[in-house]
């Protein structure tokens, strides 16, 4: 068979979608042998539970957040309270670990220099999980289960990721492509 070519869009998608499939699939892997059931493995809860870390993580960050504009909030493991407001259950589906999943193969995928790919890849993933605690706060202060919305937040936040990652993905490929035309202005 034929090799691809370092810059082909057919390389590309294979790439990003065995990246993609492997990052989501072990997420999902990851979460079944870290929960209580069936598979559980100990010692990848206890030690190894980077799931656990960034729900923690996003929930004391909220909670922070949520307790410097005045309202009073506590959690714990999984869940995030506001006085006065609704209980946030944090599950899985809330972790963004899917988008991240997603982003961080396209980014992978694309035919660029490492450096830039770092760089957008660990701003990138920030930028995701920024988002994501100020929906947990924005959820936590104005959020009413009782609303009887068509979508839930978890679809509007997904609309809204989705649509960001895209305009961000758009102005990072494009970018890489003014480079070699200004590098050649500049040497003509």
Not at 17 to 26: P, T, W
Not at 45 to 69: A, C, G, K, P, V
Not at 126 to 132: A, R
Request: aromatic share 20%; charged share 15%.
């Amino acid at each position: 068979m034929k090799r691809l070519h370092k810059d082909s869009p057919l390389r590309f998608l294979l790439v990003f979608l065995a990246l993609f499939l492997f990052f989501y699939y072990f997420n999902i892997f990851f979460f079944s042998v870290t929960s209580h059931g069936e598979y559980y493995f100990a010692f990848f809860d206890e030690h190894l539970n980077y799931i656990r870390l960034l729900r923690r993580l996003l929930l004391l960050t909220s909670q922070f957040i949520i307790n410097l504009f005045g309202y009073t909030a506590i959690s714990n493991d999984f869940q995030l309270l506001v006085a006065g407001h609704r209980t946030l259950d944090v599950v899985y589906s809330c972790l963004g670990l899917g988008v991240m999943s997603f982003f961080a193969a396209f980014v992978i995928a694309y035919p660029k220099s490492t450096k830039p790919k770092l760089i957008f890849l660990f701003t990138g993933l920030i930028s995701i999980q920024v988002l994501n605690v100020l929906r947990f706060v924005l959820l936590g202060i104005f959020w009413d289960k009782k609303s009887h919305l068509i979508i839930d937040h978890h679809t509007i936040f997904n609309i809204v990721i989705y649509v960001i990652i895209a305009i961000g993905l758009f102005f990072w490929v494009k970018h890489d492509d003014k480079q070699p035309k200004a590098r050649k202005s500049i040497q003509n």
